[in-house]
Each structure stands twice: as C-alpha cells, then as structure tokens.
C-alpha cells in the first residue's frame, strides 16, 4: 500500500493529485505544518521534516517531482504521462521541473522572507523580488498553451499537475490577477478536474 505523508497546500498536493488521477489505492497521513514546530514526531518518519514523503514498500521518497514521475511510470498505464518514444516526452520532463524550479521555489522563497523566518530576519524587499521572479516565468508557459490545452497536448500529464501547482501556490499569494488570459483559463481547467478537487478535499 502506498503511503503519502500530506500537509494542506504544500507540494505534497501534487503527489495527493496524481494519486487521485490514477485513481490509486493509498493511505494518507496528514502532518501539521510546519512538522519541525508543529508535529516534531514526524521526523522519526523523515528525518527532514519535509513534505511530500512517499512510502511504498521498501521505497521512500521526499521530492515532489520525483514522485509525480515514479507513480505514473510504474502505476499509470500509460495515464499522465507521455512515452519515452514520443516528441513530447522531453517537453514533459522539462515542463515537470520548471512548476518546481522555476514557480515553486521562488514562491517558497519569498514566503519563508515574508513569514516563516523570525520577524528580525525577514525582508520583504527580498520576498517581493521572489515573487516578481515567479512572475517572469509565466509568458513561456502562456506560448506553450497556444495549441493545446494542456502542455504536453490534448491530455493532462505530470506536467500539468507540477505547473499547476505552482500556479495555484501563486493564487494563495495573491499573484492570479497578473497570469496571462491563456493561463488564467489552463488554471480554471486544472481546478476543475475531479480528482484536484477531491485532493483538496481530503488534503484540507
């Protein structure tokens, strides 16, 4: 049985996604955010305290988008991702990390200087140049959109669930009303899907 370790509104909620896309039998423990302040016990768990944390069997695994990648190769069938023989599977391969490198990190970025570090540590002129940052990366992703409804063609894959991520952690923040039309609707689209609507759901 796969086990998610899942806080509300982290990375974690890609994998819960995928999970529910593929419609995958899987426990799911809830961890108080920050685990470090608020649930110490996990790091018996993951010695990180981070979230995701994946268990499956004998395999364990922390990173978001590895996951994503792990589960729909050996469970999707196919589901939520392109083969390795087709001209998309690099474009989903980058389009993975870039929801991560080029969306999240920057966001995570500027909301550990606007709230998670102590108040004589944070810089919100550090924290508005982190988001103006995640803003910049936004008009490829428009151009990608320009064919197709989902990055990587006519169905959702990996990609889509990692972009839209980060474009849903940039809503939290406030930054949706600055997203290009094209993406303001792709984003509408993912929120509607069933199975980001029930991961939100279980995951709040």
Not at 54 to 70: P, T
Not at 108 to 130: G, I, K, W
Request: net charge negative; glycine share 6%; proline share 6%.
């Amino acid at each position: 049985m796969i086990t998610l370790y899942h806080s509300k509104d982290t990375r974690s909620l890609r994998c819960l996604w995928l999970l529910e896309e593929l419609e995958l039998a899987h426990e799911l423990e809830l961890v108080a955010y920050p685990a470090r302040l608020k649930q110490p016990q996990f790091l018996d768990v993951n010695a990180n305290g981070t979230v995701p944390f994946l268990v499956d069997g004998a395999v364990q695994m922390r990173e978001s988008c590895a996951i994503l990648l792990y589960l729909a190769s050996r469970y999707g069938d196919g589901r939520c991702q392109v083969e390795a023989d087709s001209p998309l599977y690099g474009a989903m391969l980058d389009w993975t990390f870039y929801g991560e490198t080029s969306l999240a990190v920057p966001l995570a970025t500027a909301l550990r200087y606007s709230m998670f570090l102590p108040r004589e540590q944070r810089v919100p002129a550090v924290a508005q140049d982190y988001r103006e940052q995640m803003l910049q990366r936004l008009p490829v992703l428009e151009q990608a959109l320009e064919h197709s409804p989902y990055l990587c063609g006519e169905t959702l894959t990996v990609a889509d669930i990692s972009v839209g991520y980060g474009l849903l952690l940039g809503e939290l923040f406030g930054l949706a009303e600055h997203y290009p039309p094209r993406l303001a609707a792709y984003l509408e689209r993912l929120k509607a899907r069933p199975a980001l609507v029930r991961a939100r759901a279980v995951g709040a």
